[in-house]
């Protein structure tokens, strides 16, 4: 899989970049601020447990709880669960940009960033390429993890980088959502309301925990149509092998629609706050 896909933040800043500024000052005031981002994880180590914590639990749980139940063994729900898992980890990460950009207007950072000689969308930004390093460190412990518990890459280790990939493209067309409820709704606590609201039902209204055969016929047609069903089976097949095209396919018509709607949205009400 290119670098683009693996980081799609240079080809969103073609797309949104400020003309007045132009696309060489976009990408330094981009980098500039995504090292600020890095800086501040750096100075505050306990915001990145949710990327080095929750894929450990997640997969202790799950598989030690529910995987003889669901699978009769916990092995073969290792081989089930944990690429789907690859799709829900980038969500959850992805839906709690949101609050920290609420924070960041409710402290008055954005009021010092408003003083600058910066693109705006250079802000927005710098955030989605924080938040794919946090994706890409959260993968690797998963994946690690789950190597020690017994997951075999049953394709090789490209179809696996394509999995962790198509993962975290999915995951960054959610940042803009979450960025966009960052900065419509009043308090960072209603941020995290509204998100729990959205990520609930489409975690487990999926393919991701459970076969979607055992369930009623109308949560069955919506699992059809949940975005991380097709995620999580691309998963499937890019690590246990199988047919690739139309869940992969269905993943990349999401993420693309998804960002091409919420990018232009998040941006003009970035703006609009500014």
């Known amino acids: 899989m290119s670098a683009a896909t693996l980081n799609p933040a240079p080809a969103t800043i073609g ?93 008055g950072v954005m009021d010092r960033f408003r003083t600058l000689p910066i693109a705006r969308s250079a802000v927005l930004l710098s955030k989605l390429a924080a938040e794919v390093l946090r994706g890409l460190v959260s993968f690797t412990i998963l994946i690690g993890f789950s190597t020690i518990l017994g997951l075999q890459i049953k394709t090789d280790f490209l179809h696996l980088l394509a999995a962790v990939g198509l993962s975290l493209l999915f995951g960054m067309s959610i940042v803009w959502i979450s960025m966009l409820l960052g900065m419509s709704l009043r308090s960072a606590q209603a941020v995290q309301g509204v998100s729990m609201v959205v990520i609930m039902p489409l975690q487990f209204g999926s393919s991701i925990f459970a076969p979607t055969s055992t369930m009623p016929g109308w949560l069955q047609t919506f699992t059809e149509y949940n975005p991380l069903s097709a995620l999580a089976d691309a998963c499937r097949n890019l690590i246990n092998g199988g047919a690739l095209t139309h869940s992969v396919l269905i993943v990349l018509i999401w993420s693309v629609t998804i960002t091409a709607i919420t990018a232009p949205l998040a941006v003009a009400r970035f703006r609009k706050r500014t």
Not at 65 to 82: N, P
């Open 15 to 107: 797309h949104l970049a400020d003309p007045r500024i132009g696309l060489r000052g976009n990408l330094r005031h981009v980098g500039a601020l995504t090292r600020r981002n890095l800086m501040r994880i750096k100075a505050d180590p306990e915001s990145m447990l949710d990327a080095l914590l929750v894929p450990i639990i997640f997969t202790v749980l799950f598989v030690y709880v529910f995987g003889g139940a669901v699978k009769g063994s916990q092995q073969e729900y290792i081989q089930y669960m944990i690429p789907g898992l690859l799709g829900t980890t980038g969500l959850n990460l992805a839906m709690a940009v949101g609050t920290g950009l609420n924070s960041d207007f409710q402290t």
